[in-house]
């Protein structure tokens, strides 16, 4: 079979993309993710009903993010160090199990700990997941490889989102910090099937794709390269509407229609991983860059849609349009990423991707907690969309770039 055949018999499903560690690395993202996201909007109106309005409902959110970024960069060492199982393992732990500590006592400095220790087994969690998604990958479908492994990170949000605002108004906090708890740990035993190590040995390569090795020779000389510039800004900007989305959409749909706010959460949640996967199978086939443009389009549209908080169809259409283009962006950006580095560079296209992705998150909590006692939900909502427009360009500029057009 010649190399072009080969391609396109990878590229059609020959190759098998559901080993036993694929399958065991979705377990445990499903465990950990399931305990992030239970009470990724929960702990916002933990901190907001307990006094802390919405500069404190921003800081729990940003809090973890602040923590995650910080962790991100060491984590590649310490997967050489001590291997995936021992890592993967410890960053479960602190994803759930801190939770457990806010039935005890309640303050909100000691939600902001419980914030930072979950920020850290995040960090942990995603660096390591997104590298082996690469690693484990057959031949000619790594894009699909990493759909699938985005909807094992989307999945729990579906549930996770809504049933976490549901279930605290139903029962009270306490039960879902212990029921974070309990996700996390059940996942633990998947955690032994991981490949103990790197699963291959990095490429020795005189340069990367773009002939720019020398970019990647600090632990964070991914980020430098010109080519990896753009998809890295455009998913900063994305996840920023995230951030803002998860932690205020709750709160400013207060004394709405009754559930709206989990209705639109379980929406958003829904599209995101189908979106994602659906945007790994055509980047297999047709190039990463080719939908990143109205990927961006939809997250910008679903954003401006929500200056019409007092209308529930418009609310759940823009959640659709969220959803769909934010899911996109997450993979295609990170495809696109892999794409451009050689093989030895996984690691710290993780790393910067998932950096890119936290700090969007927490700087959106942070930044639009800090302007609405300004403007209103309305007007914040308006100018994050302004932002995702803006994003635009450079989404455009990538495209060119993929076709050859310009460097």
């Known amino acids: 079979?010649?190399?072009?055949?080969?391609?396109?018999?990878?590229?059609?499903?020959?190759?098998?993309?559901?080993?036993?560690?694929?399958?065991?690395?979705?377990?445990?993202?499903?465990?950990?993710?399931?305990?992030?996201?239970?009470?990724?909007?929960?702990?916002?109106?933990?901190?907001?009903?307990?006094?802390?309005?919405?500069?404190?409902?921003?800081?729990?959110?940003?809090?973890?993010?602040?923590?995650?970024?910080?962790?991100?960069?060491?984590?590649?060492?310490?997967?050489?160090?001590?291997?995936?199982?021992?890592?993967?393992?410890?960053?479960?732990?602190?994803?759930?199990?801190?939770?457990?500590?806010?039935?005890?006592?309640?303050?909100?400095?000691?939600?902001?700990g419980v914030c930072l220790a979950r920020g850290v087994g995040l960090g942990i969690v995603v660096v390591a997941g997104t590298q082996l998604a690469a690693e484990l990958a057959p031949p000619g479908r790594?894009?699909?490889?990493?759909?699938?492994?985005?909807?094992?990170?989307?999945?729990?949000?579906?549930?996770?989102?809504?049933?976490?605002?549901?279930?605290?108004?139903?029962?009270?906090?306490?039960?879902?910090?212990?029921?974070?708890?309990?996700?996390?740990?059940?996942?633990?035993?998947?955690?032994?099937?991981?490949?103990?190590r790197r699963t291959a040995r990095p490429e020795r390569r005189s340069g990367d794709p773009d002939g720019r090795s020398g970019a990647l020779d600090g632990p964070l000389g991914a980020a430098v390269t010109r080519s990896l510039v753009r998809p890295t800004l455009i998913l900063g900007a994305a996840?920023?509407?995230?951030?803002?989305?998860?932690?205020?959409?709750?709160?400013?749909?207060?004394?709405?229609?009754?559930?709206?706010?989990?209705?639109?959460?379980?929406?958003?949640?829904?599209?995101?991983?189908?979106?994602?996967?659906?945007?790994?199978?055509?980047?297999?086939?047709?190039?990463?860059s080719s939908l990143l443009l109205p990927a961006v389009l939809a997250v910008a549209l679903g954003t401006a849609g929500l200056v019409r908080l007092e209308s529930p169809v418009v609310v759940i259409v823009s959640m659709i349009l969220f959803g769909a283009g934010f899911g996109a962006v997450q993979n295609l950006t990170l495809a696109a990423m892999f794409e451009r580095v050689p093989r030895s560079g996984f690691g710290r296209v993780s790393v910067v991707w998932n950096l890119a992705f936290d700090a969007g998150m927490g700087l959106g909590a942070v930044g639009f907690g800090l302007l609405i006692d300004r403007t209103g939900y309305l007007w914040g909502f308006a100018l994050t969309a302004a932002l995702l427009l803006a994003v635009l360009v450079p989404a455009w500029h990538d495209r060119r770039f993929a076709k050859g057009e310009v460097t």
């Open 1 to 112: 079979m010649n190399g072009r055949a080969g391609r396109t018999a990878a590229a059609t499903g020959t190759s098998r993309l559901l080993t036993r560690p694929v399958l065991l690395l979705l377990v445990a993202s499903v465990g950990g993710m399931g305990g992030f996201y239970l009470l990724l909007s929960v702990l916002p109106l933990y901190a907001a009903t307990a006094g802390g309005g919405g500069v404190g409902a921003g800081l729990t959110t940003g809090t973890m993010m602040l923590a995650t970024v910080l962790a991100e960069p060491a984590v590649p060492w310490l997967l050489a160090r001590f291997g995936h199982r021992t890592v993967v393992g410890a960053g479960l732990l602190l994803l759930g199990l801190p939770s457990a500590v806010l039935c005890l006592w309640s303050s909100f400095p000691l939600t902001l």
């Open 142 to 196: 790594r894009s699909e490889s990493l759909g699938l492994y985005g909807v094992s990170l989307g999945v729990p949000s579906v549930l996770g989102l809504p049933a976490g605002v549901w279930l605290s108004d139903r029962l009270g906090f306490e039960p879902v910090f212990l029921l974070t708890a309990a996700l996390t740990l059940l996942a633990l035993p998947a955690v032994a099937g991981l490949p103990a």
């Open 239 to 288: 996840t920023f509407a995230s951030g803002v989305l998860v932690t205020f959409l709750p709160l400013a749909l207060l004394g709405g229609p009754s559930h709206l706010a989990v209705v639109a959460l379980l929406v958003q949640a829904s599209v995101a991983p189908l979106a994602r996967w659906g945007a790994g199978w055509w980047g297999d086939r047709h190039g990463s």
